[in-house]
């Protein structure tokens, strides 16, 4: 914990101001003219945000009582279900990503032993999935993100570059959208051990530059894309939440095994029982495929 408020205390302004501007982004689709300006009142006023190696995270120590809980799950428990998936790995092979290999480990045993290897999305169960196959037959998160001294993300320093980006891109800010995109995959591969060279071989690839030319459906894309790829692992309910205000990506598949309805997404998080239990003013129950207030998409 002493390591976290160190963070916290040395980038505290620079935190806060990035949870504030992913606040305002957040109502880009349901409020655009709130989000606007109140990102451009932020920057008036001077704010700064947090840059490449100030990521906010939680960090754990390798010794009993202070791992990271994934991995004290994984060593009590074993994994049973923690398998990439195949729309991630795909995305990252194909676009030649040596962040494949931080988020995920290999594959230990079977046909697949050495290499990386997904299944598809949900598809985890009998009669479609091997009798046979166990979790160590795909890969599964690597030490990166399910270590003992594996960080617990809050925000990263890519993160708020690629919500620089997008008020770029919107024309709510005068900055480069292109310059805080590639700075934003920049940041994400040199926190996890990668350097300049890596990002920016990666960004200059057909597949994955910046559309600078393009519309902003183009640009919204890539950047969304690429802030997804980035929160790999480490900031899942953010990219989730992001998928959710924007569609992007635009290639996600439908799990195997859903169990609220063939052809739907899950839209939100239930309330939970300790809530409905202890607050009399808890609302009915919406239904998972149920949007919030700031999905319109």
């Keep these: 914990m002493i390591l976290f408020f160190t963070v916290i205390w040395i980038c505290g302004k620079k935190f806060a101001n990035t949870l504030k501007l992913r606040i305002y982004m957040r109502q880009s689709e349901v409020r655009p003219a709130v989000a606007s300006a109140g ?20 960090t754990f120590v390798n010794s009993a009582g202070y791992q990271h809980p994934l991995f004290t799950e994984i060593e009590n428990l074993g994994n049973q279900n923690l398998i990439a998936s ?21 594959a230990s045993t079977g046909t697949n032993a050495g290499s990386q290897a997904g299944i598809d999305q949900g598809d985890g169960k009998t009669p479609t999935f091997p009798a046979s196959a166990k979790p160590d037959d795909f890969s599964q998160p690597g030490a990166a993100i399910a270590g003992p001294d594996a960080p617990a993300t809050f925000i990263s320093a890519a993160e708020a570059y690629f919500l620089l980006s997008e008020a770029a891109a919107r024309g709510w800010i005068s900055d480069d959208a292109q310059a805080l995109y590639e700075a934003g995959i920049t940041a994400s591969f040199t926190r996890w051990g990668l350097t300049d060279v890596d990002a920016s071989d990666y960004y200059s690839q057909t597949s994955v530059a910046f559309p600078s030319g393009g519309s902003l459906a183009d640009k919204l894309k ?14 899942s309910v953010e990219a989730w939440c992001e998928w959710r205000r924007t569609n992007y990506p635009d290639f996600f598949v439908h799990s195997a095994t859903s169990l609220i309805g063939t052809g739907e997404f899950p839209q939100r998080l239930p309330y939970p029982n300790s809530e409905i239990q202890t607050n009399p003013n808890t609302p009915v129950q919406p239904l998972l495929t149920a949007k ?5 998409n």
């Design 222 to 235: 890539a950047i969304i894309t690429e802030k997804w790829v980035s929160m790999n692992s480490n900031e």
């Design 39 to 58: 990102i451009q009142q932020m920057l008036t006023n001077g704010a700064t945000f947090l840059e490449e190696g100030e990521d906010a995270v939680m």
């Design 86 to 106: 195949n729309t991630s790995i795909n995305y990252l092979l194909v676009n030649n990503d040596p962040r494949v290999d931080v988020f995920y480990a290999p």
């Design 292 to 296: 919030v207030w700031w999905d319109v």
